[in-house]
């Protein structure tokens, strides 16, 4: 059976995403292969369906039981045999799948890794006797000590290629940046695997950070217009993460905790009722990997500060994994950075210490940024991006500007005046000349005492922000936080500088794209899919996701041909509950006079880049280059890099508005559309690597703008 045809029988899918078609192809050619693909990209495809093709067994290694269990009951509700050895089990079930496996009947068997190479395990012995015919190794980033989730135990999947040399391996991760990526290749010994990174951008997500003020309110706020939604909370400790859960209980909100320290009763219980939908809310530890694969969570929330951008990236990544519209927001407090300043610090390896201490910095740098937030993330992963992705709190916003530079100098002088050793609140409060008996009295002789205080406390705080965003002043990251003067202070203090605040800031919300479906229709779907899921004992979301229920509300299919063309029906899901949903669509239909839409939906559709707004700033660099003026030319008048000017052109290949052979000679596309074919077309730096210095960024990104226009027009 060919890949295509598989992976609509199985999975449902009339495509592949990202680069799967090429990563499966590597793997059915006994080649090993490494995956960095964003969190709800599809990675566990790219090893379950060769291990459909492939005629022997597949060994998964990875770290969360709950992980496990999801996978496996989602793989036997699409008819693949798999199964999975763990703790949770008794030895009863344990000998059962043993003996399973000796009588080839399973495809897919899930384990930890310290159950693969513990000192009394004799499971290595065991798989020996087996046909193994893949590897998969899931959360590849823990190997790495340069990591944000290094486990010790990982360090021992480097004996695989030993017991195991002819047998392909698939190391797979979410988040790692280069000097992970270099890590995981070194320690899992591959034989001169492939590299496959794709896109890191989860276009369906909205990024938000919000000063954290109140944050119980700021929570409830957010929440009461999400009910019927499912989502992760994340917080700092343990005890914070039960009194927040207890405190949404109060509140009416049907939530639950879960950190490493409850009993593996309650953690079960608690996560069951989560996937089941039972509970809407899981309040978590962002210090502890919860392994959640559940596509329907609809916002992610950080209450506290996470440690990195790869875990914040992660983390957030668990939202809208069936491609909706979803949100990731995160309150933010400076305080937070210096606690987890004091958990950054490893002992006795300073060498580490420093990294750690540098990826927290990169986090609040992400936290105080005055641009846009998902072109941060993407920079970090060594990604380009243009500077307007239209779906972030920045770049949803529409900002008033006032000449601030008065308000400017009377801070920065209090900084001055208070030697640089207090922080924001103290230096507020001396501004505004408070008489509280926390200001000391040789300060309120000081003459910028009182200075500010025609302003608001709050105008103050958002000021303060907007300064150390744009680099007038720094925050110290010591015990005692302080401000201090920055190389741009001494400008605005001379007068030689003007700063412009915001003097108001409207927030505009996107218009996700969303399916116009009918929503009591969607509605009886839902409970339908709950009862089907409570009596087969698995989750709502592994029968049929919510875009599946969505599609059905949206196209009203009538028939068992026109059902299979919903993603997500599979040949045995098809069968299985086909009939079922047909009945609620049908019935519903001729209750309301409606009729089938599908001749709507494309049976093979092609997947597009929406471009649903064109940022302005990229319009400008259009009218500039129509106007007879160059790259370099534009990206100097602009202030701006050549890379994101480049960027903005593209755009308008990729909406026809310009021609691909302005950038790139006609010889030279034949050979970038080979490798494009070959790696896909979601990061820039496999492209150039594989067609070597004849070739340029630019050169290759205007082709993959025009293969992507010409898709659009199938």
């Known amino acids: 059976m060919e890949p295509l045809a598989a992976l609509k029988k199985y999975f449902g899918y009339t495509q592949f995403r990202h680069s799967q078609e090429a990563i499966i192809n590597h793997v059915l050619d006994k080649r090993d292969v490494m995956v960095l693909m964003p969190t709800g990209g599809g990675k566990s495809i790219c090893y379950q369906l060769p291990a459909v093709l492939l005629n022997g067994l597949t060994v998964v290694i990875s770290p969360l039981i709950a992980l496990m269990k999801d996978q496996v009951d989602s793989l036997n509700l699409s008819g693949i045999p798999a199964a999975f050895l763990n703790s949770s089990q008794s ?113 369906n997500i909205t990024y938000r950070v919000i000063p954290k003020k109140n944050s119980l309110q700021q929570l409830t706020n957010f929440l009461n217009e999400r009910r019927e939604e499912s989502g992760i909370i994340y917080c700092l400790s343990r005890k914070s ?38 509970v809407r809310i899981m309040v978590a530890t962002i210090a502890f990997g919860m392994g959640i694969n559940k596509s329907n969570v609809r916002y992610v929330v950080h209450a506290d500060l996470p440690k990195n951008i790869e875990g914040y990236y992660q983390e957030t990544g668990r939202a809208g994994r069936d491609g909706l519209a979803s949100d990731a927001l995160l309150l933010y407090s400076p305080g937070d950075a210096v606690k987890l300043k004091r958990f950054a610090m490893v002992d006795d390896n300073p060498q580490q210490s420093a990294i750690m201490l540098k990826k927290l910095d990169d986090m609040v740098n992400y936290c105080q940024l005055h641009a846009c937030r998902r072109q941060y993330l993407l920079n970090y992963f060594d990604e380009q991006f243009p500077d307007n992705c239209g779906s972030c709190d920045y770049c949803l916003s529409e900002f008033e500007k006032f000449d601030g530079t008065l308000i400017a100098q009377k801070a920065l002088s209090a900084v001055v005046r208070l030697k640089e050793r207090f922080g924001v609140n103290y230096i507020i409060d001396f501004l505004r000349g408070s008489k509280a008996e926390k200001i000391r009295e040789e300060h309120k002789q000081l003459k910028t005492f009182g200075a500010g205080a025609d302003i608001s406390k709050a105008d103050w705080q958002r000021y303060m922000r907007e300064l150390i965003a744009q680099g007038y002043l720094r925050v110290t990251d010591d015990e005692y936080v302080s401000l201090k003067l920055t190389p741009k202070s001494e400008l605005v203090l001379k007068g030689t500088e003007k700063v412009e605040l915001i003097s108001s800031q409207t927030i505009e919300e996107r218009n996700a794209a969303t399916l116009e479906f009918e929503p009591q229709l969607l509605a009886d779907l839902r409970k339908m899919r709950y ?45 299985r509950y086909g009939r079922e949903f047909l009945q609620v669509i049908t019935g519903y239909s001729k209750a309301n006079g409606l009729e089938s839409r599908i001749n709507l939906k494309a049976a093979k559709p092609v997947r597009k880049l929406k471009i649903d707004k064109v940022p302005e700033t990229a319009k400008v660099s259009l009218e500039l280059f129509r106007l007879g003026n160059t790259v370099a030319e534009i990206a100097s008048a602009r202030s701006l890099s050549p890379i994101t000017i480049e960027s903005h052109l593209t755009i308008f290949i990729q909406t026809g508005e310009l021609d691909v052979h302005t950038f790139v000679d006609e010889n030279k596309i034949p050979a970038i559309k080979d490798v494009i074919d070959n790696y896909g077309n979601e990061r820039l730096a496999p492209l150039k690597e594989a067609l070597g210095d004849d070739y340029t960024y630019c050169e290759i990104k205007a082709v993959v703008a025009y293969y992507k226009f010409k898709a659009a027009q199938l």
């Open 241 to 278: 993460t039960e009194e927040l859960a207890d405190d949404l209980k109060r509140a009416g909100f049907a939530a639950e905790a879960y950190h490493a320290g409850l009993t593996h009763e309650v953690k079960a219980k608690n996560q069951e009722a989560f996937l089941r939908d039972d």
């Open 531 to 575: 009862d089907m899921a409570q009596l087969e004992n698995v989750a709502p979301y592994i029968i049929l996701s919510d875009a599946g229920l969505q599609e059905m509300a949206t196209y009203l299919p009538q028939k068992m041909e026109e059902l299979r063309q919903i993603s997500g029906f599979g040949d045995i899901k098809l069968a």
């Open 91 to 203: 030895p009863e079930e344990q000998r059962d799948i043993a003996l399973q496996l000796q009588n080839n009947q399973l495809r897919l068997l899930y384990i930890a890794p310290e159950r693969l190479f513990g000192a009394e395990s004799r499971l290595m012995t065991f798989l020996k006797t087996l046909n193994v015919v893949q590897i998969a190794i899931d959360e590849a980033h823990c190997i790495s000590q340069w990591g944000h989730d290094f486990r010790p135990e990982y360090l021992m999947l480097a004996g695989l290629k030993t017991e195991f040399p002819d047998v392909p391996v698939i190391a797979l991760t979410a988040t790692a940046d280069k000097l992970t990526q270099k890590d995981i290749l070194d320690k899992l010994n591959l034989n001169h695997p492939a590299v496959f990174v794709s896109s890191f951008n989860r276009e």
